[in-house]
């Protein structure tokens, strides 16, 4: 026993020189530092970051005195240090295959705003090595000139040949060349899916291109990378993107089965610079392993934080589930067509009751009021009142519904972009004034004990979170309306939504959304105050650096 003792008190100098030495403290002062860690905008003077946490706040000399060994001083220059960002509906993936594609949006993202820039754009691109066919994404009917989806017709004028896939800055609709509508296997005598529709020409039979909704399905199957290697590049890609725009979690907010493999294998082997929050599409069937996944923690920054439902469609494509009709009906509907539900509500019911079983957080794609209200219906009558589900867009809902979803604890994430880049379009075609001017109604919900977030809904939008929260405070449109200005809400309330908010909805509010001692060194350093500026003027704020677990992984602080 004393030989055995005796070797392994030599063995300790070993282990002592093997092991890597701590990281010295740091401490960050010289800014505004915004905690976010209340009802009320509060700041300290200075932070300590201490082995990826904060360990404490306070004046300067509160937080020398907490140092353990020499400390590193960072200077913050007279910039604004906030909570890191939290994406609290995104596809971050999609943001990754996006900036490989076609780049088909309308002024300010990009430039097509009509059908002949639209095919100038395409005529031009250079399509990655090995690609087959050509793929763009972003092209918004509601801002062409002609006011119309291209159709096949206008996409057989690029290429006869090589199959030309585009597909709609909402996500929610496609449009497709001759040669694509043959190899997704969609011809006159196809039939439209359930919660779908595959346009047609004249003849009512002939597919004219554009597809709607859960006719996009087979296109998913063309999307999905060859291999696991492959599919990981994009998402790597997106997650840099998110982090240059100071998100610290991102979303991953239907995750299909075919994907589910590369998102696992890219967190294995530590490739994410932020945490991901994956949400599975339950539509589909899912093997044990993954379910047993879901709202458990983090592996490798990756966790399922539960399922994804999709009752209805969108509503600048007027696919979203509405009580009433749309003013202007789109192409091939006639008058008092108000959308569609995007899924089979027995199969939805069924979806909660397994939810509810499991124990799983539901996170519901719901557009318009009569997808709301499916939604409410469900919740109460599957038990999962009380589970803090979360009602993804609710962009048209109305104060009796909110106070339902109140009551049954289903909490708003509000796409509130939509008042800018399509508030002009919901005014006057696709939901009438009245609609307009409450969609994404934040101060309502605020005002009746409602914690909602707001998300981008990225690549439907750039996941730009100043100009997300310049849009919850001002609600501007293109033109220059005001739409709603009842439901503006303060700077701070609209900081609250992408932080501390967004950071409750996903139940990691004791890790992350503010800047308390214990909690992890997740934080954005801004080039200015958003609490000091000219609120029409915060979209010009820029993303200095973005800090991830106390690791810089976009930008500098020292810059």
């Known amino acids: 026993m004393k030989m055995r003792r005796h070797y392994l008190l030599l063995l300790v100098p ?16 010289g800014g505004s530092i915004i905690t976010m860690a209340g009802d009320e905008a509060a700041s300290v003077e200075a932070i300590l970051v201490r082995e990826g946490r904060i360990a404490t706040t306070g004046s300067l000399e509160e937080v020398k005195k907490a140092t353990r060994g020499k400390a590193e001083t960072v200077d913050l220059k007279g ?36 059908i002949a820039k639209l095919q100038e754009v395409l005529r031009d691109f250079q399509r990655p090595n090995g690609m087959p066919l050509i793929i763009g994404n972003g092209y918004d009917d509601s801002q062409l000139a002609e006011r119309r989806h291209p159709t096949r017709a206008d996409l057989d004028a690029v290429s006869a040949t090589v199959p030309i896939l585009l597909l709609h800055v909402s996500g929610h609709f496609g449009s497709m060349n001759s040669a694509m509508l043959k190899l997704v296997g969609y011809g006159p005598d196809t039939p439209d899916p359930q919660g779908g529709v595959i346009r047609r020409e004249a003849d009512g039979k002939t597919p004219n291109g554009v597809v709607e909704e859960t006719a996009m399905y087979p296109i998913v199957q063309i999307l999905t990378p060859p291999s696991v290697d492959v599919a990981i590049a994009p998402l790597i890609v997106g997650a840099k993107i998110y982090a240059a725009n100071g998100i610290t979690t991102g979303q991953d907010g239907r995750v299909m089965p075919e994907s589910w493999g590369a998102l696992d294998e890219a967190a294995k082997r530590g490739l994410f610079p932020i945490d991901v929050v994956a949400l599975v599409s339950f539509e589909r069937e899912w093997k044990d392993d993954v379910r047993a996944r879901i709202g458990k923690g983090y592996n490798g920054n990756l966790r399922i934080g539960g399922i994804k439902l999709t009752l209805d469609g969108s509503p600048q494509g007027r696919t979203a589930w509405l009580k009433d009709p749309v ?7 006639k008058a008092g067509y108000a959308g569609y539900p995007a ?50 867009h609710s962009q048209v809902v109305d104060r009796s519904e909110l106070e339902e979803m109140k009551a049954l604890d289903i909490q708003p994430s509000f796409f509130a972009n939509h008042t800018y880049y399509w508030g002009d379009w919901h005014r006057d075609v ?40 310049w849009s919850s405070v001002n609600r501007r449109t293109q033109s220059g309306d005001i739409l709603g200005p009842l439901e503006r809400i303060s700077v701070y309330r609209a900081l609250q939504q992408v932080t501390i908010n967004a950071a409750w909805q ?25 609490l000091a500026v000219d609120p029409s003027e915060l979209h010009k704020l820029r993303v200095v650096a973005t800090i991830k677990d106390g690791k810089t992984v976009f930008g500098s602080l020292g810059d």
């Open 327 to 333: 003013p202007v009906p789109p192409d091939g509907q």
């Open 343 to 392: 899924i089979d509500l027995k199969l939805f019911n069924e979806k909660l009751a397994d939810a509810a079983k499991n124990g799983w957080q539901v996170f519901a794609h719901v557009n318009g009021d009569a997808a709301a209200q499916a939604l409410i219906d469900g919740v109460r009558a599957n038990g999962l009142a009380g589970k803090r589900t979360i009602a993804i």
């Open 14 to 29: 070993l282990l002592l020189a093997a092991t890597p030495p701590k990281a010295p403290d740091t401490i960050l002062t």
């Open 79 to 114: 910039r604004t240090l906030l909570p890191g960002f939290i994406d609290a509906h995104g596809h971050m993936g999609f943001v990754g295959q996006n900036a490989a594609m076609a780049q088909l949006q309308p002024p300010p993202v990009a430039a097509v705003d009509s």
């Open 430 to 469: 696709a939901l009438g004034a009245k609609r307009a001017d409450f969609i994404s109604p934040q101060a309502t919900a605020w005002s009746l004990g409602l914690r909602p977030s707001a998300h981008n809904d990225s690549p439907v939008v750039p996941p730009d979170m100043l100009r997300l929260v």
């Open 506 to 530: 996903i139940g990691e509010d004791k890790e992350k959304g503010s800047i308390e001692a214990g909690k992890r060194a997740d934080l954005v350093l801004l080039d200015g105050n958003p």
